[in-house]
């Protein structure tokens, strides 16, 4: 049983992620050549080569700090929520077309991976340095998130207003 539970919290980031990408798919390609980009935005290619990349090293440190056997409540409230805000981010941005609560969840997920990783380093110092090219990826989501609103919010299709 207790492999089991591991491995559900081991893939739950990466199936998670192929869920929301699956139903985002139709979406994010139209959004990226439509819509200006800010300067230092990557290829699209970039995207489905790092986020399953990342979410499986979400996933091993989450079974790292579990693997311990203590109290695991702050590490466990701090995944979720990360977990959460990254999914929620994806479904906000492309399928709602909810923008600007895309942009105020990018910087509430970049906040919630800085504390995982700060509990998770307190925890286990491998599973947070695990989780440090996220923190990166995350500023640099949000930098993304924030270019592209800035650069479209006028334009009616990009607000989901068309």
Request: glycine letters at 4%.
């Amino acid at each position: 049983m207790n492999i089991i539970r591991r491995s559900v919290e081991l893939f739950t980031p990466f199936i998670g992620g192929n869920i929301i990408g699956k139903v985002t798919a139709k979406e994010a390609p139209k959004d990226f050549e439509k819509f200006k980009s800010p300067p230092f935005s990557p290829p699209k290619i970039a995207f489905p080569i790092v986020w399953p990349i990342l979410y499986l090293l979400m996933g091993i440190s989450y079974v790292l700090v579990k693997v311990k056997g203590e109290d695991h409540k702050a590490e466990t409230v701090a995944h979720y929520t990360q977990l959460s805000l990254n999914f929620a981010w994806s479904l906000l941005y492309f399928k709602v077309k909810a923008r600007r609560f895309a942009l105020v969840d990018s910087f509430l997920l970049f906040i919630a991976v800085v504390m995982s990783t700060i509990i998770f380093f307190n925890k286990r110092p491998l599973a947070g340095m695990l989780l440090l090219p996220y923190v990166v990826w995350s500023l640099y989501a949000s930098y993304l998130t924030t270019g592209n609103y800035l650069l479209n919010k006028e334009n009616p299709e990009y607000m989901g207003r068309a």
